[in-house]
């Protein structure tokens, strides 16, 4: 009994040593929360106080000069901070099946198709970009963008002035798109 004891604490400090196969990931020390976490409402401290947040990244391979790498994560940033306040989103789903049948086989024949397109308009003032980062490892820019409360309460504003123009060109477009999804395949 005593050996037995021996050999199950032996046998349970090798699998505890070789340690699974895990790996430790190593993360940069110097990357910013903001760049992980996303846009949003986030409290501030006494002097900044709450504020709306946009973060947009900006990969290298899309964007191969710092310039333009720059430029699109500001502007994907303030596109986060614009989604926040309204999207406007239509969707389509497509279904087709049919089943034919021998009374002992059966063959199903299936067709789904699905369509969602967003769409954000939206002028932002007093919209900053506070802060930039580029990860070495992914190569990308990431950049943050920050609106304080008082800035929002003008959004809201505007967000009631949506030219009837904007609204149709918006209409006409999504409309155009789900034309092109809702007709048929060729079905032989």
């Not at 932002?124 to 990431?142: F, N, P, S």
Request: charged share 25%.
């Amino acid at each position: 009994m005593k050996i037995s004891k021996i050999v199950l604490l032996i046998i349970m400090l090798i699998v505890v040593s070789c340690g699974g196969g895990q790996k430790t990931v190593q993360t940069d020390p110097d990357r910013p929360d903001w760049a992980d976490r996303g846009g949003g409402a986030f409290p501030g401290d006494a002097a900044t106080g709450t504020a709306f947040y946009g973060v947009g990244p900006a990969d290298a391979v899309s964007h191969p000069t710092t310039t333009s790498r720059r430029t699109a994560a500001d502007l994907n940033a303030r596109a986060d901070l614009a989604r926040s306040f309204q999207t406007k989103i239509e969707e389509l789903v497509k279904a087709y099946e049919r089943v034919v049948s021998d009374g002992e086989m059966a063959n199903v024949e299936s067709f789904h198709q699905q369509a969602t397109t967003g769409f954000t308009s939206l002028t932002l003032v007093g919209a900053a970009i506070i802060d930039r980062y580029y990860d070495r490892d992914e190569k990308t820019q990431y950049s943050l963008c920050r609106m304080d409360v008082e800035s929002f309460k003008d959004q809201l504003k505007q967000l009631n002035n949506l030219a009837e123009e904007v609204e149709q060109i918006i209409i006409e477009n999504a409309d155009a798109a789900f034309d092109e999804l809702t007709k048929m395949p060729n079905q032989q």
